[in-house]
Each structure stands twice: as structure tokens, then as C-alpha cells.
């Protein structure tokens, strides 16, 4: 399964008249994304990358939705994490011969 997060697009790079190339902004990590897909994309834009290629474009309102779920799914991961305490183990008893 993929799970895709929303980044913003802080700089758009125009290499010639065929290709648009982005660095996106997912959390403080800085991505680069091929332009080719979402034309209309701009700076300050949220947009959905997979495989280097940014794939949509969304509204901030459905960036944050989907910001929101992925941190529920982190913060979730994290608890279920947790290992239980672990049970002393018995000792091994030693042997004197």
C-alpha cells in the first residue's frame, strides 16, 4: 500500500518550455517534484507526489485533512509500538559439577 502526504510546493524551476521541475516542502523535508502532470500547479500549492512526478494538485483545506490522518495514523503507529513489559526471565540455573 502507498500512503501519500500532501507537500507544498516552495520553488518552481522552469528548464525549458516542456519542463517544470518543484521543490516540495513535506514537513521541513525538501523534494524534488517533475511538473509535467499538474501544468496549472504554482508556488504555494499543495500537491501529491509519487515516484518524482507531482500527480494533483489540492485545495489547503484537503491538504490539512489529509495532514491531520497521517498524523492520527503516526501518532497510533507510535502507541501500538509499544512493546508490552517484559516478564523477568527465570534464571538459568547454573550447574556444578
Given at each position: 500500500?502507498c500512503l501519500t502526504v500532501?507537500?507544498?510546493?516552495?520553488?518552481?524551476?522552469?528548464?525549458?518550455?516542456?519542463?517544470?521541475?518543484?521543490?516540495?516542502?513535506?514537513?521541513?523535508?525538501?523534494?524534488?517534484?517533475?511538473?509535467?502532470?499538474?501544468?496549472?500547479?504554482?508556488?504555494?500549492?499543495?500537491?501529491?507526489?509519487?515516484?518524482?512526478?507531482?500527480?494533483?494538485?489540492?485545495?489547503?483545506?484537503?491538504?490539512?485533512?489529509?495532514?491531520?490522518?497521517?498524523?492520527?495514523?503516526?501518532?497510533?503507529?507510535?502507541?501500538?509500538?509499544?512493546?508490552?513489559?517484559?516478564?523477568?526471565?527465570?534464571?538459568?540455573?547454573?550447574?556444578?559439577?
Amino acid at each position: 500500500m502507498c500512503l501519500t502526504v500532501p507537500g507544498r510546493i516552495v520553488r518552481v524551476e522552469v528548464q525549458d518550455a516542456d519542463v517544470r521541475l518543484a521543490r516540495v516542502d513535506f514537513g521541513g523535508i525538501e523534494r524534488a517534484a517533475n511538473l509535467v502532470y499538474t501544468p496549472e500547479a504554482q508556488v504555494g500549492d499543495f500537491v501529491i507526489v509519487q515516484a518524482g512526478f507531482a500527480t494533483r494538485t489540492l485545495s489547503e483545506a484537503e491538504a490539512q485533512e489529509a495532514l491531520e490522518y497521517h498524523r492520527q495514523l503516526a501518532e497510533l503507529a507510535r502507541s501500538s509500538a509499544d512493546p508490552p513489559a517484559l516478564a523477568a526471565s527465570p534464571a538459568t540455573p547454573s550447574t556444578t559439577a
